[in-house]
Structure formats: structure tokens, C-alpha cells
């Protein structure tokens, strides 16, 4: 009993009712002594090396409930607590109060499990995944172009993590697909932050600046307060919006490094804006009276925004020079000319996505028009 | 709500304020206006409860037999299933040579505190008649051996060698192996005590019959009540009984530990 043996024990009595003997027959000289005191414990009766099941084990899962599975249920109970789905959860645990986004309605879709399967398999390493011993040739002028774009892409990615950070632990665990996948675009944006900031870096430049409206505007989706709200701002508008010009640093990064990250990046920002077109979908399907608080989310961030400056002027000069590929005259005419387009491109995307979610034409194009001036 | 019922509880472990506090709404919800108090070892609860400061006292064995000579009309109204039949035992190592008591004379015996029944009081009476040396480890005493500490220190005496062997209730013996203190095969029992019992809820002029009913209708399938029983130690309370102490006052006489009339008398035993 004292090396195992009481597993046994409670095998054979698992296997027979409440009142039933069961007689132990062992080699170990110590068997009645530590039988006795074990089956004290549990609730059996002993009586030299025979034993009568008691009723403890059965009373153990009185009341117990199969946490849904293998599907998910519409409104998992806060008992189930951190139980997995599907499992048989013992009642008289703690409840999981912090888990208020607990309803289908509001956090599923059912692209979450596909999605996080390809997050989990997409994990870049990003000390490998870059080819890193690029030469850093790039003339200074445009590389101190690179260097801004990076700086605001730094911290632009990290209002990208910490937006579905502050929603993650509030996710019923029951829907654990979707906590999952908002594990790894968490992760993303860590690998997004870590690589920018080695870009930023990599030839001996400071980081550029940091403009007071794009934080601003940053910090009107850290205060958004709803998981519906927020997730549209940041990953259905922004991090669409994001792709359009993760896109175009791709297509005229000035060096290897820049585009491998771009490319990347955009990869992984794809991922998070299908699982919010996914969600949102899915969620206006079932309550259409969101698309009134998605309507007043896009206007209340606007009015908050109006007096600010937007995206920064060393940015978007910057993305120009990125664009033209150096200082010389018709370059920056060429560079302005696709930095125009680029905006264009991105208010079509968010126009695009947009009426994906059901708006009309004419209110995607409004509401898009409405989108922040810093892109995210 | 009916008449209240205090309670009297030892607070051996910080587990007790939360037993208790569990308790005590669970028995506010079914109308019984119930509280507890703690003190800090068995001799003051024991007077507490003998001068009806206290309705009923959660007793060690060696309080209930102390209550009872203080107050011979004191009742034992329940227990835990846990509480009964219980059995102590004498402990060597597996390469000892002794093969029973009678091998210990002159060998250094380790035991729990003065005053705990099982791993002193009722052991020790199985080495009467043989010459050994008693090494007690006082750990929490006037805890009666609620705290186990003692016990476990004996049991390491005995792994170390310090001691050539060591006493210890049955469950200890088994609870040792699991932690590794005294691994699977490492020793060999060569005593048992007979069967006894140990705590009951004892009371001495209270009406508690409401407090009984209700803690013998407790259902280990309520999650509400289950994890308190857990914490406590048991799966169902039973009604009291005493026909498992004689044991325990013959050990008790055969030392002097309390007197006829219940004062403490113990050699060396201060609270």
C-alpha cells in the first residue's frame, strides 16, 4: 500500500457497489496495517484484509457535469472554471469570476480552430527566419527612412499586443481555441516588436521618433472597454489596414532584412484579421444591435482623435522617402505618388472588409473614411 | 434562529479558522446560531469546557478522558468515521535485528510529544516490561499530537539512525512512505496497539442535540460541506461512542498523566 498498491485496491473497488467486500491478499508484511489506515481514510470499512466499499467515492462525484464538449456550448457556467471542455467537473470548486466573456455569442468562430493550428504551426523563429548578415548598404538618408518607419511600427505592435492581452484572461476557458489563438497573436506581435526593433538597429541608428498623435490613437484602443469594440478597431480596421502597408513596405523595403520582416509580419497580421472578420461576423449574426456599437465605436474614437495630429509627419515623410529609394527629385515624386496610393489601397480594404461585416457601401465608405490617420 | 452553541476547537493548524469558519455558515444557513472558539492547546479547552464556558469541545482522546474525570456526567455526542479504531505502531529499521519488543531492551525508542496518545502514550505501552530509553520529540505540545510534527521527527530519528526505532499511528506509517520520509521496504513494524478511538465532540450539560443532527445529516456528496470534511479529515461524523479509550486511560494511570480527578500530573509536561 505504500508503493502503489492502494491503486489496485481502489481498481477493484471501483468496479464494485457501495456495501460490497473486496478481500486483499498481498506478500508485503505491512498490508493489514496500512490497509486499515487507508481505507479509514476513504471511507471503507476494514476489517483484517477485507474490505467493505463505502460510499465516499461515489458521494465525491455527486453532482458532477461533463463540461459541454466535444463541441461548444452557448453559455459555458463560471463552475466550470479552468476544467477542460469535456471533462467531468467535480462539483464544489472555485468559480473563475474573471472570466465575464463567456458567451458563444460574443467570443467563437468557428474558423478559431483552424486559425490556431495555423498560428501554432507559423511560430517563426525570428533568429532564423531572417537572414540577418545582410550587409547594411542601404544609403544613410534612407536608412534613417527605415529606421522611423520601424520606430512607428515598434509601438504600433506593441498596442497590438497588449490590446488582446487585456481581454485574454477574460475569456471563459471553455472556448479554448479562441483563448489560444489570442495566445499566439500575442506572440506574434512579440516576434513583430522583436524583429522591427532589430531592423531599427542593425547598422547603428538611433530609433527615430515617437509621435504624440499615433500614441493617441494607440491609446484610444487600450481604452476601449469592450472585447467587440476593441478587437474591430484594432484587428478588423487597424490590423487590416496594417496589411495594406505591411504589403507596400514589402514591395519597396530597400534591403533584404526590411522586406523578409514585412513579409513575415504581414503573414501573421493576415491571421488576426480573419479571426476578428471571423468573430465580429459571428457575433452580429447573433446580436445585430453590435453593428450600432461598431458604428459608435468608429465615431466615438474619431471625435476623440480630432484634435490630435495623427500619424506623424516624420513618418509619412518617411515612408515616401522608403518609397522613392533615395533624395533625388523625381524618386520622392515617385515615392509620394505610392504612398498616395498606399492610403487609397488601404481605405478600399477597410472598405472591402467592412461590408463583409454587413455594412452598406456608402457607410463602409464613411466609416472608413473615419478610420484613424495612424493607420492602426 | 434556536439557542446557540459555542464550540471549543484546537488551533493546531491555520486549516481550523477556515474548517470552522465553513462550518459555521453552513450551520447558520440551516438555523443554528453556532460560533467557535480557539485555543491554543487540549488542558485550557478541557477546563473551558468543564467550567461551561464552552457548550461542546472538538477533543483529542487524551482531553476527552481528561474531560471526563473533570466532569463525569461529560458525553461523547459524535465523531468522525476517521475516529475510530485506530491503531499505533513500534517501528524499526528494515536491518534491525529486532523482531519484537522484547529485542528493544536497551535501544533508544523515539516518540511524538509527552501528550500525544498516538505516538507516545499507547505505544509506549506495548515496550512496558522492557528496558528502553525514551527519546520524546516535543514538537507541539499540549496539541495532544494534532501536530504531527513530533511524530515525524521520530520517524526521521530513525531513518538517520539516531534512534532504533520509533513510534507512530498506522495512517503516519503510511503517510512517511509517501512523502519519502521513510521510504517504501526501509522499515518493519514489530507492534500494534489494539484498535482505539480518538476524537469526539464531547459535552458535559449543553443541549446540542440540534448541533448532532445536523452534523450527522452532513452529506459528503454537498459540494458546499465536502471540501470542509476533506479539510477535517473525514467523509461522515457518526454518533459518539466510548468504548475506545480504555486503552488510553490505562496509559494515562500507568504514567500519572492526568489525576483521578483530572489535574495534569505529567512529568515534565507544561502548557
Keep these: 500500500m505504500d508503493a502503489g498498491g492502494h491503486l489496485l485496491v481502489a481498481r477493484a473497488l471501483a468496479g464494485v457497489p457501495a456495501g460490497a467486500r473486496v478481500r486483499v491478499v498481498g506478500t508485503d508484511p505491512h498490508l493489514l496495517v496500512h490497509l486499515k489506515a487507508w481505507g479509514r481514510a476513504e471511507g471503507h470499512t476494514v476489517a483484517g484484509d477485507v474490505v467493505v466499499r463505502g460510499t465516499a467515492p461515489d458521494q465525491r462525484l455527486a453532482g458532477a457535469t461533463r463540461a459541454g464538449g466535444p463541441g461548444v456550448v452557448d453559455h459555458p457556467p463560471r463552475s466550470w472554471g479552468l476544467a477542460a471542455r469535456g471533462s467531468v467537473v467535480e462539483a464544489g470548486g472555485p468559480d473563475l469570476p474573471v472570466v465575464d466573456l463567456d458567451r458563444k455569442a460574443e467570443v467563437w468562430t468557428e474558423l478559431a480552430p483552424k486559425l490556431y493550428a495555423q498560428a501554432a504551426a507559423g511560430q517563426w523563429d525570428p533568429a532564423t527566419a531572417v537572414d540577418w548578415s545582410a550587409p547594411c548598404d542601404v544609403p544613410v538618408e534612407v536608412e534613417a527612412a527605415v529606421v522611423q ?49 532589430r531592423r531599427a538597429g542593425r547598422c547603428g541608428s538611433q530609433l527615430g521618433v515617437s509621435g ?46 526590411t522586406r523578409q520582416i514585412s513579409r513575415l509580419a504581414l503573414q501573421d497580421e493576415a491571421r488576426h484579421v480573419a479571426f476578428a472578420l471571423g468573430h465580429i461576423g459571428e457575433h452580429l449574426a447573433a446580436e445585430p444591435e453590435l453593428r450600432d456599437r461598431l458604428r459608435r465605436a468608429v465615431l466615438r474614437r474619431h471625435d476623440a482623435l480630432l484634435t ?69 | 434562529m434556536t439557542s446557540s452553541v459555542l464550540l471549543g476547537a484546537v488551533a493546531y493548524d491555520p486549516k481550523v479558522v477556515t474548517i470552522w469558519d465553513g462550518f459555521r455558515a453552513w450551520f447558520g444557513e440551516r438555523d443554528l446560531a453556532f460560533d467557535y472558539v480557539l485555543y491554543s492547546n487540549y488542558e485550557r479547552q478541557v477546563q473551558e469546557l468543564a467550567g461551561g464556558r464552552i457548550d461542546v469541545a472538538w477533543n483529542s482522546p487524551l482531553a476527552w478522558v481528561r474531560t471526563r474525570r473533570m466532569a463525569p456526567r461529560a458525553r461523547a455526542v459524535a465523531m468522525r468515521d476517521t475516529d475510530r479504531d485506530l ?15 522484547s529485542d528493544l531492551a536497551g535501544a533508544t525508542v523515539g516518540t511524538g510529544a509527552v501528550d500525544s496518545p498516538q505516538a507516545t502514550l499507547l505505544p509506549l505501552r506495548l515496550l512496558d516490561g522492557t528496558d528502553v530509553r525514551v527519546h520524546r520529540f516535543e514538537v507541539g505540545v499540549g496539541l495532544h499530537g494534532d501536530h504531527i510534527g513530533g511524530e515525524r521527527a521520530a520517524a526521521e530519528a530513525l531513518r538517520d539512525g539516531r534512534v532504533d526505532a520509533a513510534c507512530m499511528i498506522d495512517a503516519n506509517h503510511l503517510l512517511f512512505a509517501k512523502e519519502g520520509v521513510l521510504p517504501a521496504g526501509a522499515t518493519r513494524v514489530i507492534a500494534q496497539t489494539s484498535p482505539y478511538d480518538h476524537c469526539n465532540m464531547s459535552v458535559v450539560n449543553a443541549d446540542v442535540d440540534r448541533f448532532v443532527e445536523l452534523l450527522l445529516g452532513m452529506d459528503y456528496a454537498d459540494p458546499a460541506v465536502r471540501p470542509l470534511l476533506d479539510l477535517e479529515g473525514l467523509t461522515r461524523w457518526l454518533p459518539g461512542r466510548t468504548s475506545g479509550y480504555a486503552q488510553l486511560e490505562a496509559a494515562v494511570d500507568a504514567v500519572g498523566f492526568y489525576s483521578q480527578g483530572g489535574e495534569v500530573t505529567a512529568a515534565g509536561y507544561h502548557v
Excluded: C, K
Excluded at chain 1, 181 to 194: S, Y
Excluded at chain 1, 310 to 338: F, K, M, N, Q, T
Design chain 1, 212 to 257: 504624440s498623435g499615433g500614441r493617441a490613437s494607440l491609446q484610444t484602443l487600450l481604452d476601449e472597454p469592450e472585447w467587440a469594440t476593441a478587437s474591430f478597431l484594432l484587428s478588423a480596421l487597424g490590423e487590416g489596414t496594417f496589411l495594406s502597408l505591411l504589403s507596400f513596405l514589402e514591395e519597396w523595403a530597400p534591403d533584404p532584412v
Design chain 1, 149 to 197: 518607419v520601424m520606430t512607428y511600427l515598434i509601438e504600433n505592435e506593441q498596442a497590438a499586443l497588449m490590446v488582446p492581452a487585456r481581454f485574454l484572461g477574460r475569456i471563459h476557458p471553455h472556448f479554448r481555441e479562441v483563448v489560444q489563438f489570442l495566445a499566439t497573436q500575442i506572440a506574434d506581435e512579440a516576434r513583430h516588436v522583436e524583429v522591427f526593433t
Design chain 2, 87 to 101: 491503531s499505533s505502531v513500534v517501528v524499526v529499521r528494515a536491518d534491525s535485528p529486532a523482531t519484537s519488543v
Design chain 1, 308 to 376: 490630435t495630429s495623427g500619424l506623424a509627419p516624420a513618418v509619412h515623410d518617411a515612408l515616401v522617402v522608403l518609397a522613392a529609394g533615395s533624395w533625388e527629385r523625381d524618386a520622392i515624386a515617385a515615392g509620394w505618388g505610392r504612398v498616395q496610393r498606399l492610403q487609397a489601397d488601404m481605405d478600399e480594404g477597410r472598405r472591402r472588409r467592412l461590408v463583409r461585416l454587413g455594412f452598406g457601401e456608402a457607410e463602409a465608405a464613411e466609416l472608413s473614411a473615419l478610420h484613424t490617420r495612424n493607420f492602426m
